[in-house]
Structure formats: structure tokens, C-alpha cells
């Protein structure tokens, strides 16, 4: 049982190049979110997915896209990496769904993928 | 929208002392709130959370927390510190309806030996 794994861990780009980062769980969690981590400002929600073929918005959603491939898997894509999106971007997963996500669900993340963009 | 204040980005205290990490939080509705625990280079891992069942919370690693609805507040703290609790604190709150989690800002510990 791994439980949220991220692939890649490490990635430089160069400004205006694209990329996804992709995101797995295996606990059968129905909903699954990315953050993005940056010194003195916590986790920023970027975009999330209550249940399977569903996406939503988070907080900083300018300038990615996401897809929910299964139940499993949920990338994150960067069509044209800027400089400020250099970052930790996080991926969790949660056992709630939909309209009825539990308040108390434990997030789950996995180990995070750091983002350089020169 | 609700919202969590970590007082404090750093903290430092020795080994054996107690540990404090702050945080208030303001929502217009009764909360339910989290601290989350970053060890360097990995991901956030639950510490402990507070679902109204009880309003002392005992998490992992001897860690708890009092929820404190006349000061909004929901502060970590540890009897007797550890070097293996140096790491980077998140508290965080939910909110119905919401589907999310908001976060703090994080709050640094360090341990002096």
C-alpha cells in the first residue's frame, strides 16, 4: 500500500514550456486535490475533484489545467510554466465525496514534486 | 470565507520544554480544524483534528490540542519537547459546504539540544 505517490520528484523548466505532474493513490479515496506550497504562505488549493469525472477550482487555479483520469489518478498540467509557478506542488486524496465530503476527512498527501521555472 | 492565523512562523525551544504553536481561526460557523505536521522534504501527514466530539484532542507523538470557541483558538502543545518534532506545523479548518481545507501560513519548530 503506497498511498499518494507523485511522479516526477524533482523538475526544471524552462519559461514557457508545458508539463504535467502526475498524482496516484490506491486507497480507493474518492476525492484528490494539488496544492501548491510556498515559503510563509502555507498550502494554496489549486484545483480539486470531489468525485471521479469531476473538477473544481481551488484558490490559484490561473495557469493550470487538471484531469481525473479514473478514480486513481488526478495530473496536473502547466500548459506555459512561468517563473511564478515555481513551487512544491502536493497531491491528497480524501475519502469523502461529492456534495457529501466528509467535514472531517484526513487528507492524505503524498511527497510533493519541486517545481523550478527559470 | 474562513480563515486560519498561525502566530509565530518560527518557533524555537529547547529539548524537554514545552512546546506552544498558536493558532486562531475565524469561521462563521462551528469548525472543524486540523494540525498537520511537514517533516523536511516530505509530505504533511495529520497530527491530530477536532470534530466536536471532545473539546481536548490528543493527536500522534504526544501532541494535543484545546478547542476554545470563546478565543477561537486551537493551539498545539507538547509537555516535553523532542528533537524529532522539529518540523513545519500547519493548522488548518474546514467548513461545511466548503469541500476544502484552508491553511495557515505554518509555523516553524526548531529543537535546541
Known amino acids: 500500500n503506497a498511498g499518494v505517490t507523485q511522479t516526477p520528484k524533482f523538475q526544471v523548466l524552462k519559461t514557457g514550456q508545458s508539463m504535467t505532474l502526475q498524482c496516484a493513490q490506491d486507497?480507493?479515496?474518492?476525492?484528490m486535490y494539488w496544492y501548491r506550497q510556498d515559503p510563509g504562505m502555507g498550502l494554496r488549493l489549486i484545483y480539486y475533484?470531489?468525485?471521479?469525472?469531476?473538477?473544481d477550482k481551488g484558490e490559484v487555479p490561473n495557469g493550470y489545467n487538471v484531469s481525473r483520469l479514473n478514480k486513481r489518478e488526478f495530473s496536473l498540467r502547466l500548459e506555459s510554466a512561468a517563473p511564478s509557478q515555481t513551487s512544491v506542488y502536493f497531491c491528497a486524496s480524501s475519502l469523502g465525496q461529492g456534495a457529501w465530503v466528509s467535514l472531517t476527512d484526513t487528507q492524505y498527501f503524498g511527497p510533493g514534486t519541486r517545481l523550478t521555472v527559470l | 470565507a474562513q480563515s486560519v492565523t498561525q502566530l509565530g512562523s518560527h518557533v524555537s525551544v529547547s529539548e524537554g520544554a514545552l512546546v506552544l504553536l498558536r493558532c486562531n481561526y475565524s469561521s462563521s460557523v462551528p469548525p472543524y480544524l486540523f494540525w498537520y505536521v511537514q517533516y523536511p522534504n516530505q509530505g504533511l501527514q495529520l497530527l491530530l483534528k477536532?470534530?466536536?466530539?471532545?473539546?481536548l484532542v490528543k493527536g500522534i507523538n504526544g501532541f494535543e490540542a484545546e478547542f476554545k470557541k470563546s478565543e477561537t483558538s486551537f493551539h498545539l502543545t507538547k509537555p516535553s519537547a523532542h528533537m524529532s518534532d522539529a518540523a513545519e506545523y500547519f493548522c488548518?479548518?474546514?467548513?461545511?459546504?466548503?469541500?476544502?481545507?484552508?491553511f495557515g501560513q505554518g509555523t516553524r519548530l526548531t529543537i535546541n539540544p
Open positions: 488548518a479548518v474546514s467548513e461545511e459546504g466548503a469541500q476544502k481545507l484552508v
Open positions: 477536532y470534530t466536536s466530539a471532545a473539546t
Open positions: 486507497m480507493n479515496h474518492n476525492s
Open positions: 475533484s470531489a468525485s471521479e469525472g469531476t473538477t
